[in-house]
């Protein structure tokens, strides 16, 4: 029996109809069966999400909303709850990632979604949160208040599980309405955590609505942006330049396009005792969802002068992978990317045999693969699925041109150097363009309340209406007790 995916509160479901996703992996199938709505199911929808934000939503204090939302989180980090026990189940079919990925993934990730850390994420954006509720003070003078949208509208990608969560969690903090677009490539935890909020406050799960469609369905992507107050879209770049021409002009639209993350390893790193621990954080952080985050390395800029050199690093991390490939296999690949894979190690096997500055390890079936430069610094995406580049500097300082150069796609850089280095090194990465600077085996799990590529996740989806000190002043002109 299908699965059935998206939440559609006010919609009678003999009215809705669906479309069957067939997925396959690791020995197990799973049916997807995922809501396909016309223009006018797409308008009922909106309505009704904009008017149960109006009744009940937009009166909530946030501290109310971070305790539903913490609520229904725990049921999903509860392994014994139902929903959760179908997550482990169906995902790794429908993801292809292993069922142990998963299993820790869904934890590590929901588990930012707690009351402690989205008080936080309020926090980090709000230097007074009450403002999401009410008039505040403003240090200017005057008083100001935070107003989420009506209605957001949110075009999530699916290339690692739970990803829709981010959003769709920020905009029932800031009291939006939402309407979220799955993505054919996990098209089932945002509805899970839809129906668990429903069990705790099914007036809170009427905000939400949860719709699918093709790829490249624009007639129908268009009614949903002709009805949002706010987009926020997720996906390639000309995914993302096609739906910025069809947002109206009116329309604020935030795009979290392709980004792209490395490592950085300083010899102070890499003496005969750490350099093993320094490999195994580094491989952790390829492993994760096969380097198809936008937080993933592509490529460790290692420095010379340790007593582990960059080629022996390569080494270590090659004997990591190796490792942790038995406890986490790589998902299946599809023909193309088999075909890219194989493609990226030909051309480093044959650098290796003409050149002495290049070598590669791999596993014998290519589920792994790591290829040592002396010479080439260059900075690009790999053929992800673990295969990543090794690329000796004399310093780390020397990356920076070549860093640079991508500055409006970087984003995360794992490191490993000394404390007196950080700041320092962190500072040359800000003007290169990065935002996010972890220590390594951190890169795939951002802290809560991270700024995304750089931006705040509350303060952009809000407008601050103020009311002026005159105002104020003025109106003491029409008080029933001025004498």
């Known amino acids: 029996m299908a ?27 799973a049916e997807v069966a995922v809501p396909v709505l016309d223009d006018g199911g797409v308008a009922a929808l909106a309505a009704h999400v904009r008017r149960s934000r109006e009744s009940f939503l937009s009166g909530l204090r946030t501290e109310q909303i971070v305790d539903l939302l913490d609520r229904a989180v725990r049921t999903l980090l509860d392994r014994s709850n139902p929903r959760r026990r179908r997550a482990e189940e169906l995902l790794p079919a429908v993801t292809g990632y292993d069922p142990e990925t998963v299993r820790l993934g869904l934890t590590s990730y929901l588990k930012t979604f707690r009351a402690a850390q989205l008080t936080a994420f309020v926090a980090e954006d709000f230097a007074n949160p009450r403002m999401l509720d009410g008039f505040q003070p403003l240090r200017k003078g005057g008083y100001g208040r ?21 959003s769709l969690v920020s905009g029932l903090l800031v009291k939006a309405g939402n309407i979220g677009k799955l993505p054919s490539a996990e098209p089932l935890l945002a509805g899970w955590f839809a129906e668990a909020v429903a069990e705790i406050e099914p007036r809170l799960a009427d905000c939400i609505g949860i719709v699918w469609w093709k790829g490249g369905d624009d007639d129908r992507q268009q009614a949903l942006l002709d009805e949002a107050d706010l987009v926020l879209a997720y996906g390639g770049n000309a995914t993302l330049e096609r739906i910025r021409a069809r947002v109206p002009v009116a329309t604020r639209f935030l795009p979290f396009g392709h980004k792209l993350s490395f490592g950085m390893i300083a010899a102070a790193a890499l003496d005969a005792d750490k350099a093993a621990g320094v490999a195994r954080k580094a491989a952790l952080d390829i492993v994760r969802y096969d380097q ?66 290049v070598g590669i390890a791999g596993d014998a079936d290519g589920a792994w693969s790591v290829v040592f430069v002396d010479d080439d610094p260059a900075l690009a995406p790999g053929g992800s699925n673990r295969t990543v580049r090794i690329a000796a500097v004399d310093r780390l300082d020397a990356a920076m041109p070549e860093i640079a150069r991508h500055a409006p796609y970087l984003q995360t850089v794992g490191v490993a150097t000394a404390p007196e280095e950080l700041f320092r090194l962190s ?9 996010r600077v972890c220590a390594l085996g951190e890169m795939t799990a951002p802290e809560a309340g991270w700024h995304h590529d750089g931006r705040f996740n509350l303060l952009d989806l809000v407008r601050i209406v103020e009311i002026e000190r005159g105002a104020e002043a003025a109106a003491e002109d029409f008080a029933d007790y001025l004498d």
Do not use: I, K
Request: proline share 7%; hydrophobic share 45%; glycine share 12%.
């Open 292 to 357: 198809h985050g936008c937080y993933s390395p592509h490529v460790f800029y290692v420095e010379r002068g340790g007593a582990v050199g960059p080629r022996a690093f390569a080494g270590y991390l090659a004997g990591e992978l190796a490792a942790l490939s038995h406890r986490f296999p790589r998902r299946a690949l599809g023909a193309d990317e088999a075909a890219d894979l194989a493609a990226l190690r030909q051309d480093a096997e044959l650098r290796s045999v003409a050149s002495d500055s």
């Open 146 to 166: 935070a107003f989420g949208p009506a209605l957001m509208a949110h075009v999530w990608a699916g290339n690692v599980p739970g990803l829709p969560l981010w």
């Open 3 to 29: 699965e059935l995916a998206g939440h559609l509160p006010g919609l009678p479901a003999e009215s809705v109809a669906r479309e069957t996703l067939r997925f396959s992996a690791w020995g197990r199938c």
């Open 427 to 435: 500072a040359l990465l800000g003007e290169a363009g990065a935002t």
